[in-house]
Nanobody
Framework: QVRLVESGGGVVQVGGSVSLSCTAS????????MAWFRHAPGKEREFVAA????????YYADFVKGRATISKDNAKNTVYFKMDNLRPEDTGVYYC???????????????WGQGTQVTVSL
């Protein structure tokens, strides 16, 4: 059974940065992709960014493009997410997810972490 564990959430000032990590207990396959989703108050869970275990494939939601970087360490089965210039609307629970291929739809992912809270405060 694959387990995903996120860490790095917390309270961050507006305009600040957050760095998250997600470690998988095992790889789900050579072509698996990892993604970050977030669930903001009053909103549905939405796609944030994704990366394949192949280095050349990355995908970002428009609202974080230019502010966020997704990266990985294959040897550690870990994916990282860093976002700068945080805004109040970035507040929410950030989830790590895994799938066999890159996708921006939550239903395409079959493994999920427990989530880590990111709160953007004044």
């Amino acid at each position: 059974q694959v387990r995903l564990v996120e860490s790095g959430g917390g309270v961050v000032q507006v305009g600040g940065s957050v760095s998250l990590s997600c470690t998988a207990s095992e790889r789900t396959g050579s072509n698996d992709a990892m993604a970050w989703f977030r669930h903001a108050p009053g909103k549905e869970r939405e796609f944030v960014a994704a990366i394949s275990w192949r280095e050349s494939y990355h995908y970002y939601a428009d609202f974080v493009k230019g502010r966020a970087t997704i990266s990985k360490d294959n040897a550690k089965n870990t994916v990282y997410f860093k976002m700068d210039n945080l805004r109040p609307e970035d507040t929410g629970v950030y989830y790590c997810a895994a799938s066999h291929s890159l996708a921006a739809t939550a239903t395409d992912y079959y493994y999920w972490g427990q989530g880590t809270q990111v709160t953007v405060s004044l």
